[in-house]
């Protein structure tokens, strides 16, 4: 039975490293099969390398070849299994290999610590306290414990590490550049080169007897821990590094792309001014004269002819008012074009905003109001696109002002998926380039940020809900980050405008 339970750890620490590594490779990248097909693949690798290229001291440069070719395999696994680019493939390989193979340095320096318990029984057997046999039954039974106890701390040491780098790594869905992945995996790489290094001058052979090279080199006992805390601060540190660029980065480019909408919106917004007040100057004369004529029209011969001709001309110029009357006509022209533009691309759309109203009075920028609108509608129609043609694309949109905050709810069809990406706020983009697009979320954050507000959103099979909560005050250009009103940032959580 014990033999059996021995030949079993190394089966056992590879199944605990495919888990792992499935749970891993899923953080940054998406299934292509079902979640744990890469195990037992993973399994199968490393037990067929076991077999054909088993552990042996006086071979160090086979241990290497046998490493470099089960990190091309992996590699293979990853873009096989997973949909993701080149870049991402490669990290997820080294990182994940590099920080399995720190884990396994970090359980070979924990055996030693059973040395000496090793030593008390050899001790025992020679002072015949015990006998031989029940001595070698002490030491076997010993080191079936400890192997199963390393393979728990390993396995626990690497779901920690790994937890670790997904955690500190937040921006999972920006494409690395070959620049960025070479910084990203020089740490990992060293501490890979490292470990092999460790692992396969460890044990040396003299005289026929094996030693390791502590026995050589007793500092290194103190040494080694060391290197493998610098290997991963530095492997974390990367990633926090690159995470701090890449966030100035998409700071800086949605500010532009906020400054662009905001100077467009602008010219726009006095553009449909002009051209709404231009209609109601021409609306109002057309229906004097109308109303005029049908007056006139008593005296003629034929009356009753005109008067039902102006009648209707009157009808139908009070008719042709503005499609929607939110109590700003900014606000109505920007629902307008957004209307005819959905109308455009999904002539059987329902688009309904009757209950979407503002106050009379309202010190929120109109611009701010419309840049929020106008990303949020155009992410709706752009769900809606994605609607199946058996289905009615809808939007709705609603408003209300509660205790100083304008509360505004948008309500749109969509195919019902959502690509989330653990610990991103919001989801996936499906745009060809994300990194470029999907800024308009981001700018809708911002803009609510500085009226001491947030977005959230929710789905309920192919309904998707946005809020919009801001206060009705004056913007501010800053604010303490992460917290709305002594309420966490969390508890607000992002929209899912960006969904498509």
């Known amino acids: 039975m014990r033999d059996i339970l021995l030949e079993n750890v190394t089966f056992l620490m590879d199944l605990f490293q495919g888990v792992l590594l499935a749970w891993y490779a899923r953080k940054f990248a998406t299934p292509r099969f079902l979640k744990f097909y890469i195990v037992p693949v993973h399994v199968l690798i490393?037990?067929?390398f076991q077999y054909i290229l088993p552990a042996d001291p006086e071979k160090t440069w086979t241990m290497m070849v046998k490493q470099l070719i089960l990190l091309l395999l992996l590699y293979l696994c990853v873009r096989v299994f997973y949909k993701t680019y080149v870049q991402m493939s490669v990290y997820i390989s080294i990182s994940f290999m590099a920080i399995s193979e720190i884990c396994i340095m970090i359980v070979v320096e924990m055996t030693q610590l059973c040395s000496p318990v090793y030593d008390k029984y050899v001790q025992l057997i020679a002072d015949g306290r015990i006998s031989f046999e029940k001595?070698?039954?002490?030491?076997?039974?010993?080191?079936?414990?400890?192997?199963?106890?390393?393979?728990?701390?390993?396995?626990?040491?690497?779901?920690?590490?790994?937890?670790?780098?997904?955690?500190?790594?937040?921006?999972?869905?920006?494409?690395?550049?070959?620049?960025?992945?070479?910084?990203?995996?020089?740490?990992?790489?060293?501490?890979?080169?490292?470990?092999?290094?460790?692992?396969?001058?460890?044990?040396?052979?003299?005289?026929?007897?094996?030693?390791?090279?502590?026995?050589?080199?007793?500092?290194?006992?103190?040494?080694?821990?060391?290197?493998?805390?610098?290997?991963?601060?530095?492997?974390?540190?990367?990633?926090?590094?690159?995470?701090?660029?890449?966030?100035?980065?998409?700071?800086?480019?949605?500010?532009?792309?906020?400054?662009?909408?905001?100077?467009?919106?602008?010219?726009?917004?006095?553009?449909?001014?002009?051209?709404?007040?231009?209609?109601?100057?021409?609306?109002?004369?057309?229906?004097?004269?109308?109303?005029?004529?049908?007056?006139?029209?008593?005296?003629?011969?034929?009356?009753?002819?005109?008067?039902?001709?102006?009648?209707?001309?009157?009808?139908?110029?009070?008719?042709?008012?503005?499609?929607f009357s939110t109590g700003s006509h900014v606000c109505d022209s920007l629902l307008s074009m957004k209307y005819h533009d959905a109308k455009e691309k999904m002539p059987d759309i329902r688009f309904l905003a009757d209950a979407f109203l503002l106050p009379k009075t309202m010190k929120i920028r109109i611009y701010d109001l419309s840049i929020l609108l106008g990303n949020a509608l155009d992410n709706?129609?752009?769900?809606?696109?994605?609607?199946?043609?058996?289905?009615?694309?809808?939007?709705?949109?609603?408003?209300?002002?509660?205790?100083?905050?304008?509360?505004?709810?948008?309500?749109?069809?969509?195919?019902?998926?959502?690509?989330?990406?653990?610990?991103?706020?919001?989801?996936?983009?499906?745009?060809?380039?994300?990194?470029?697009?999907?800024?308009?979320?981001?700018?809708?954050?911002?803009?609510?940020?500085?009226?001491?507000g947030g977005i959230s959103f929710e789905a309920n099979g192919s309904v998707f809900d946005l809020h919009i909560m801001i206060q009705d005050r004056e913007p501010v250009e800053k604010r303490e980050p992460d917290t709305v009103r002594g309420c966490k940032a969390g508890e607000i959580t992002g929209s899912a405008s960006d969904r498509t």
Not at 157 to 162: M, R, V, Y
Not at 233 to 259: D, T
Not at 440 to 448: D, V
Request: net charge neutral; aromatic share 10%.
């Open 46 to 48: 490393r037990e067929f």
């Open 135 to 323: 001595g070698m039954a002490l030491i076997n039974n010993t080191a079936l414990i400890m192997q199963y106890a390393m393979m728990a701390i390993y396995a626990l040491t690497l779901w920690l590490l790994l937890r670790l780098v997904t955690r500190n790594f937040r921006f999972r869905t920006l494409k690395l550049e070959n620049t960025e992945l070479l910084f990203m995996i020089s740490p990992a790489v060293t501490g890979l080169v490292l470990a092999n290094i460790f692992r396969g001058t460890f044990f040396t052979i003299e005289d026929g007897k094996p030693r390791m090279i502590y026995d050589t080199y007793p500092f290194l006992y103190f040494l080694i821990p060391v290197v493998l805390v610098l290997i991963l601060a530095g492997i974390v540190l990367a990633i926090l590094s690159y995470q701090k660029l890449a966030k100035k980065n998409e700071e800086a480019i949605g500010a532009v792309l906020l400054k662009e909408q905001m100077t467009a919106m602008e010219e726009h917004v006095k553009e449909m001014e002009r051209t709404g007040e231009e209609n109601k100057r021409l609306r109002h004369d057309i229906k004097n004269i109308a109303d005029m004529l049908l007056e006139h029209s008593y005296n003629t011969d034929n009356s009753h002819e005109w008067k039902a001709f102006f009648a209707d001309v009157s009808d139908r110029m009070a008719s042709n008012g503005a499609e």
């Open 380 to 452: 709706a129609i752009e769900a809606c696109m994605g609607v199946k043609p058996d289905n009615i694309p809808f939007i709705e949109l609603s408003s209300a002002k509660r205790k100083g905050m304008l509360l505004i709810h948008i309500s749109n069809s969509f195919d019902g998926r959502i690509d989330m990406t653990a610990g991103e706020k919001f989801p996936a983009s499906r745009k060809a380039d994300p990194q470029k697009h999907g800024m308009g979320m981001e700018n809708m954050e911002r803009i609510a940020d500085r009226y001491y």
